[in-house]
C-alpha cells in the first residue's frame, strides 16, 4: 500500500479535497495512507518557530532546515521518495504521476514564505514544481501530485478502462466527449458516435484525439509514440486542415 506523508505549517487545508470522492474511498479501501504532519510538530522552541530571517538580509522569511530535517528522519524509511515542493524543481506531469504511484513511500515537503532553507536539498531525493508561477505555499502543489497519483493505483478508480484513454496516457491529448442531450442550442453529437459501429468510431476518436493534440500541443506530437495508422490519420488531418483555408 502506498504511504504519503505531508509536512505543512497549514494542515486544516488538505481537510477537504482529501476527504471526498475517490480520494476520500481509496483511503477506505485501504489502496492508500495519507498522514498531515504539522511541521511545528517539529520545532523545539516554546514559540514553534519553523521561520527565521534570511542571511544576507532581503525580504520575507526562511523555513528553517531543523524542523524539516527533524521530521524527515522521523518518518523515512529505506524505500522513502522525499520530494520538496518548489517552482525550481523537475515539472510534474503524467509519466512522474505514473512513476510515483507505484512507490511504497512518498513523504511531501510544503515551502512557505520565501521558501526553505537550501540545505533541505541534502535530505530530499526530488524536487517537483507543478507549473511556471509561483504560488504562496507548497500544500496546493502537495494535493495536485496526491490527486494525480491516487487515482492512478489499481482499484482507485471505479473504471480501469477510463484511465487508458485519458490525455497524456498515450502522449496526446483525449478525444471530444459528449453525452446525452442529443442535440442541444442546435449542436449536434457527431452521428458517428450514433452509429454503433465500433471500429469507426474508434478510428474517428483517435483521429480527433490527434486533431486536438495538433492543434493545441503539437510538441506533444513529437514526443508521442504514434503508431503507423496515426501518421495516416494526421495526413488526413493536415489535408482537411488546408482545405478548410
Ligand atoms: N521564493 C521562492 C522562489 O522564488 O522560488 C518561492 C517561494 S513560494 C512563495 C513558497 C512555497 O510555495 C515554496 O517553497 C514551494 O513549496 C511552494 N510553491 C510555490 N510555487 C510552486 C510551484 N509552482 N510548484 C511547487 N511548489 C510551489
Redesign the pocket.
Known sequence: MLKIDILTIFPEMFKGPFNISILKRAQEKGLVEINIHNLRDYATDKHRTVDDYPYGGGSGMV?KPEPIFRAVRNLKRDDSEVI??????DLFNQKIAEELSKREHLIL????????DERVKFIITRE???????????EI?AMVLVDAIVRLIPGAVGDPNSLREESFQWGILEYPQYTHPREFEGMRVPDILLSGDHKKIRRWRRKEALRKTLLKRPDLLEKADLSQEDYVLLEEIKKELREEV
Open positions: 523555513m520538496l515542493l518548489s517552482p525550481s524543481g515537503i510544503c515551502g512557505r514564505y520565501e521558501g526553505v517537483i514544481s507543478i507549473g511556471d508561477y509561483v504560488l504562496t505555499g507548497g502543489p
